[in-house]
Structure formats: C-alpha cells, structure tokens
C-alpha cells in the first residue's frame, strides 16, 4: 500500500527552497552513517593486523557518494580510486564481502586477493577500485562509450580526486568524451589535499571543474558537504547525460578527516582545522539536525538507525574473521596470458 510522504525542507542547503522527503532524508543518513561506521570498523581491524598493505578511509567524505548514487538508476556504472569502500556501500555490495576482501579472505569479493583497491561486482555495475592515480578516468570513458554504443541512457559515474585531477590522462579522457559525446559524469572528489599537498600549492587554477571547458564540457562547483546540494546537481548532470549532451564535470568540495591512508600522520595541517571542519561542516550532522528541526525523527529513531548499522558492521567484521584465508591454488586462478 502506498504511503505518502511527508517533506523535509533543506533550507539551509545550497538547493535553496527544494523539499525532499523524509523518507528519502532518512535513506541518505543511513548510508551516510553505515560508511562512516564501516570506516571506523575498517580503521580498528587496521590497527589489530587484520588489514594489511594501504587503506584509505573515505570518513568525512560521504555526502558526495550517497548524493551523486540517489541521481542514478540501475544499469547506471560507477568507477572510483582506492577511497572505495563507501561507494561500493552505497552501490548496493554487501558489506560482508567488503569487509573480507579488506581482510584478505576467501569471502571477499576478488576471493580476498585484491585487497581494498581492487574490488569488483558486476552485478550492481562497479567497476573498481583502481590502485593507479587517474587510471579510473578514461576506463570510465570507455564504460561510457559502450553504452553509447549500445543506445540505452545508462550513465557512468567516473570519480577522481583533485591529485588525479593533473593527471595526463584526464584530459585525453575529456577530449574522447565530448568528442564523442559520451554519458559519463566525471566526479572531482576534491577533500583539499592530494596525499600530503594542499591545492594551493599544487593547482594555480582554483577551479578544477573548469579545466573542462578547453574540450567543450560543462560543469560546476557543489558543496560536497551537503548531501542535498550533491544530489541537485548531480541530477542536472545526469539529466544531460541522459538527453544526449554529456560529458559533464562535477566538483564536489569535501574534506576527509583521517590521512590519506592508515600510514599518513597527517602533520601537513593542524588539529585544529580538521576539528572546525567536524564541528561546522559535518555531512551527516547536518542531515541530523534537519531530521530533527523539522521533527521527521526523534533522537531515539537517530539512535535506533545508528544501533542497526553498528550491528550490520559488527556482522561484517565477525563474517572477515571467520572465513577463511584463499588456498594457496587460488594464485593461478583468474590469471591470464
């Protein structure tokens, strides 16, 4: 039976007056909340040994995910770095699985031999998870490109961060994209610093977005701390994509709280900074308080919701534990020549 819906009005989101519904207010802070808890999860299994090589936690950094993914449909592709984990949440894999292949076991989803950077599923079109800075951004052309060809209006979801954006091969990817019209949205994840490097002292142009406009392509700049702003544009960029008149470049302006990976101490800016950023900006405390100004929940329903992920993620670190590391013959399967 139908339900109807009642309205959340964002009215401190750059959407101006928009209203969403609550329904959908509540989706977006879950799967904002279960990736920053799978994170927090990934971090302590980090710690004890249970993750080895690099991981990098996208914590702080979930509205640009979970906005640009309530833009898409399915059949819609997604193609990303190694900050992976919270898209591949958000696309629907299981967090058990995640959680194994972080872990390096057989339940994983590459059967525990690719680690956090190389996770696939086909099945709800994710496509990686790409260890190689910038490598993602033409592979997500080329995603494009075979929908183009097929004649559907699938759209793909290419991300990058603002150190891949001065990668080469970027731009290659923008001059095939426009020239040959492809359905991909290029997502500049720009949390401000490129591993230790702030952007000010590696881009002089302050605008990544508008490097597009050399090869024709249309894009803009969105507070990647809003979910509500993410979502808006990312809507008009799929909308383009979908009429015929893609490529289209978002900047998502965000900020990761952790170092770019569990071995970055993050000394290249201050406590401080990080702290304002928590206290002022945080994306999911700002859906939080929308849910409860506007009174779409109470503190215990926000409390009830965090009790369910905490549980989910809990499920997902007991399921790593108990599954079993990959025999040894698994070395030579999915190999080829």
């Not at 970027?170 to 994840?189: G, K």
């Not at 979908?242 to 302006?253: F, N």
Request: net charge neutral.
């Amino acid at each position: 039976m139908a339900t109807r819906k009642t309205s959340a009005k964002a009215a401190d989101s750059s959407t101006g007056k928009a209203n969403v519904s609550a329904e959908d207010m509540k989706t977006w802070y879950r799967q904002m909340l279960l990736i920053r808890r799978f994170e927090e999860k990934a971090g302590q299994l980090y710690g004890m040994g249970l993750i080895g090589g690099f991981c990098h936690l996208y914590i702080g950094q979930e509205a640009v995910v979970v906005g640009m993914e309530a833009a898409a449909k399915e059949g819609d592709k997604h193609i990303t770095s190694y900050r992976d984990h919270g898209h591949m949440l958000v696309a629907g894999m299981d967090p058990k699985g995640v959680m194994a292949e972080l872990t390096g076991r057989e339940g994983g989803y590459s059967k525990g031999k690719g680690g956090s950077m190389h996770m696939f599923s086909r099945e709800k079109h994710f496509y990686g998870g790409h260890g190689i800075v910038g490598a993602q951004v033409p592979l997500g052309a080329g995603l494009a490109f075979a929908d183009r060809y097929k004649g559907n209006d699938n759209v793909t979801f290419t991300y990058f961060g603002d150190g891949a954006a001065n990668q080469g091969q970027v731009y290659e990817a923008y001059n095939m994209a426009n020239l040959w019209n492809l359905p991909v949205v290029f997502v500049i994840e720009n949390n401000q610093y490129a591993m230790g490097t702030s952007t000010k002292r590696s881009s002089k142009s302050p605008n990544l977005w508008e490097r597009g406009a050399a090869y024709g392509i249309k894009g803009e700049m969105v507070d990647g701390m809003d979910v509500l702003a993410v979502k808006a544009a990312a809507e008009k960029a799929v909308a383009a994509c979908r009429a015929g008149d893609g490529p289209y470049i978002l900047e998502a302006m965000t900020y990761r709280y952790r170092g770019h990976s569990m071995s970055d101490p993050a000394k290249y800016r201050t406590r401080e900074e990080v702290q304002k950023m928590r206290e002022e900006r945080d994306a999911i405390e700002r859906v939080r308080e929308l849910l409860l100004t506007g009174k779409h929940a109470s503190e215990d329903d926000l409390k009830a919701i965090d009790k369910d992920i905490k549980a989910v993620v809990n499920e997902a670190a007991d399921f790593a534990r108990e599954s079993p590391e990959p025999d040894v013959a698994e070395l030579w399967t999915d190999v080829y020549a």
